[in-house]
Structure formats: structure tokens, C-alpha cells
């Protein structure tokens, strides 16, 4: 079994604005701690809740793939690219920034929150065009397993990125088992989204975290109808 080091819930940073209250897995803007930079090619994963009608303003970034994934609400995202959307939960959405761009992201309710997870992760190489791309994935597909949602070739339909990662997401109802393999030379992260999972004996709770870096076969066990998103990183 491989070994892996637990990030709790708990221990992440925390940004409350009022309207945005935001916890940083990783060091996110205020938000500094050397010993968690990111994990890999992972930079940021921040689990945001927004007030209804508000959101961030029209912003900048550059040489960052950058992945949404909505849980409650919907989430409305406008760039510089020409693309207007709505994200809603079980969308998956990337924008790879390349050589620059600009967005906003709103909470597209005036009544309901709307609560998600925005993921960066550092491209292979700088610059290139900026792109878009959302998708779709139903409970059913991620129900019992882990369904593959973004990967460098965008194969079996998922949303691609321009980095050598495979992100699942799977839905793991009490006792359902997810086996999962670190091949030599990768790592993984493994954050649960909702609910419970246990993990090499360890019991981790929504926004809990855990990073395996080394080689070797694990297998996630749904508790409290578990939600989870496993990064296989190079």
C-alpha cells in the first residue's frame, strides 16, 4: 500500500469577503504556507461559496488550465474568448489561458448560493491559444466508480488539458469500492468533494485531501454517500 501524507479540511487556508467565502487547499492569494505550494503540476484548489448575485469581476490570467466544477447552484462565466456559459453540477469546465485572457465568474441565482470548486493546474508549457471547453457528466456515469472528466487527450470523452494529468470524479455510496493505481513515477491527489471516504484505513471527510507519491494500487470506499475528484499527476 502506498504511503500518503492527509491534508485536513480544517487545516486550509480561509478566505471570508462577506460575499465569498473561500478555502484554499493550497497557498492562494493572502493565503500563504510553504509547506503546501500545490502538488505537482496541481496549483490551487480552492472550494469557493458565493453569495446570490455576486461574483468576481472581470480578471486576468495567463499560462494556467483552469477547471470548474460546480456542486451546488450555477455558475455563470463570460471571457474574452467570446464564450458564455452557465455551469451547473455535474458540468466540468476548462479554460486553458495560454498566452492571456480574460473572464468573470457570477453566481447566476439573485436567491441561491452557488458553491464549487475551481482547480488550477500549471500547463506543460507557457503560452499557445486561449481555449474553452465544457462538459457533462450524469450521476450515473460517476456512480460507483471513478469516470474520467479531464486528461491530456481528452480521450473517452473527457475535457482535455494541457498537462500530462487524468482527473476522475466518482460517487461512492456507503461500502461501494473505487480501485485506483499510482504507476512508477506519478503521484496522486485525492480530495473529497461531499460526504465520506475511507482511504487506506483512514477515514477523510468532505474537503479533506490526501497525496500518494509513490507507486503502488489503492481503493476508495464510499462512507456518507462520498464524493471525490482523484488527480493522477506525471
Same mark, same amino acid.
Given at each position: 500500500?502506498?504511503?500518503?501524507?492527509? @491534508?485536513?479540511?480544517?487545516?486550509?487556508?480561509?478566505?471570508?469577503?462577506?460575499?465569498?467565502?473561500?478555502?484554499?487547499?493550497?497557498?492562494?492569494?493572502?493565503?500563504?504556507?510553504?509547506?503546501?505550494?500545490?502538488?505537482?503540476?496541481?496549483?490551487?484548489?480552492?472550494?469557493?461559496?458565493?453569495?446570490?448575485?455576486?461574483?468576481?469581476?472581470?480578471?486576468?490570467?495567463?499560462?494556467?488550465?483552469?477547471?470548474?466544477?460546480?456542486?451546488?447552484?450555477?455558475?455563470?462565466?463570460?471571457?474574452?474568448?467570446?464564450?458564455?456559459?452557465?455551469?451547473?453540477?455535474?458540468?466540468?469546465?476548462?479554460?486553458?489561458?495560454?498566452?492571456?485572457?480574460?473572464?468573470?465568474?457570477?453566481?447566476?441565482?439573485?436567491?441561491?448560493?452557488?458553491?464549487?470548486?475551481?482547480?488550477?493546474?500549471? *500547463?506543460?508549457? *507557457?503560452?499557445?491559444? *486561449?481555449?474553452?471547453?465544457?462538459?457533462?457528466?450524469?450521476?450515473?456515469?460517476?456512480?460507483?466508480?471513478?469516470?474520467?472528466?479531464?486528461? @491530456?487527450?481528452?480521450?473517452?470523452?473527457?475535457?482535455?488539458?494541457?498537462?500530462?494529468?487524468?482527473?476522475?470524479?466518482?460517487?461512492?455510496?456507503?461500502?461501494?469500492?473505487?480501485?485506483?493505481?499510482?504507476?512508477?513515477?506519478?503521484?496522486?491527489?485525492?480530495?473529497?468533494?461531499?460526504?465520506?471516504?475511507?482511504?487506506?484505513?483512514?477515514?477523510?471527510?468532505?474537503?479533506?485531501?490526501?497525496?500518494?507519491?509513490?507507486?503502488?494500487?489503492?481503493?476508495?470506499?464510499?462512507?456518507?454517500?462520498?464524493?471525490?475528484?482523484?488527480?493522477?499527476?506525471?
Amino acid at each position: 500500500m502506498p504511503a500518503m501524507k492527509i @491534508r485536513r479540511a480544517g487545516e486550509r487556508g480561509l478566505a471570508d469577503h462577506g460575499w465569498l467565502k473561500s478555502f484554499h487547499t493550497f497557498s492562494f492569494a493572502d493565503y500563504f504556507d510553504p509547506a503546501h505550494m500545490g502538488f505537482r503540476a496541481l496549483r490551487v484548489i480552492n472550494e469557493d461559496r458565493v453569495a446570490p448575485g455576486k461574483g468576481f469581476g472581470t480578471h486576468a490570467h495567463r499560462d494556467m488550465e483552469i477547471v470548474s466544477y460546480v456542486l451546488e447552484g450555477a455558475l455563470e462565466h463570460k471571457d474574452s474568448m467570446g464564450t458564455g456559459s452557465i455551469i451547473k453540477p455535474g458540468d466540468v469546465q476548462r479554460m486553458s489561458a495560454g498566452t492571456g485572457v480574460t473572464h468573470s465568474e457570477q453566481n447566476a441565482s439573485k436567491t441561491d448560493l452557488v458553491h464549487f470548486l475551481q482547480i488550477w493546474i500549471v *500547463p506543460t508549457k *507557457p503560452g499557445g491559444k *486561449p481555449a474553452y471547453e465544457q462538459k457533462t457528466f450524469t450521476p450515473d456515469e460517476k456512480r460507483g466508480k471513478l469516470r474520467l472528466v479531464a486528461s @491530456r487527450d481528452g480521450r473517452d470523452g473527457s475535457v482535455s488539458v494541457q498537462q500530462d494529468v487524468s482527473l476522475y470524479a466518482g460517487l461512492l455510496d456507503t461500502g461501494e469500492r473505487a480501485p485506483f493505481e499510482v504507476k512508477p513515477g506519478r503521484g496522486a491527489w485525492v480530495h473529497v468533494v461531499r460526504g465520506a471516504i475511507e482511504l487506506a484505513g483512514s477515514s477523510l471527510a468532505a474537503g479533506d485531501a490526501a497525496a500518494i507519491d509513490e507507486a503502488g494500487t489503492f481503493e476508495i470506499t464510499g462512507k456518507d454517500n462520498g464524493e471525490v475528484l482523484v488527480f493522477d499527476l506525471a
